[in-house]
């Protein structure tokens, strides 16, 4: 699985996204209940524009590790690009919830006011 995971992140900051997404959905076939390839391949659908799967797998990044905190930030984004306010709203509060100090936490907070 770290080997398709790994080849995955060399390609996506490459900006190779098709192929590191094959690398990402490669390593959750090999192990499927394993969050970081998962989302891995929301973030990669994200930067592709595929609003919809990407969502898809963030919600199933939560399923795997309900404490995985990146996974709400990243799923509110998603939700604010497929206009969904009130389910982005409740990602970034989540997310703020389990990382209150991150680096990202202004960046949350910001989000929220303008989910308003």
């Excluded at 690009?81 to 209150?100: H, N």
């Amino acid at each position: 699985m770290w080997t398709h995971n790994d080849r995955g992140m060399s390609l996506f900051k490459e900006k190779k996204y098709p192929e590191a997404l094959e690398e990402f959905l490669a390593a959750t076939r090999l192990d499927p209940a394993h969050p970081l390839p998962a989302n891995n391949v929301g973030y990669t659908y994200y930067r592709l524009e595929e609003y919809a799967d990407a969502a898809q797998w963030f919600e199933r990044t939560i399923a795997l590790d309900p404490r995985r905190g990146v996974a709400y930030l990243n799923l509110g984004d998603t939700y604010t690009k497929l206009g969904r306010k009130a389910d982005a709203k409740k990602a970034f509060e989540k997310y703020l919830e389990i990382q209150p100090t991150s680096k990202c936490a202004p960046y949350a907070r910001e989000m929220l006011k303008t989910l308003e």
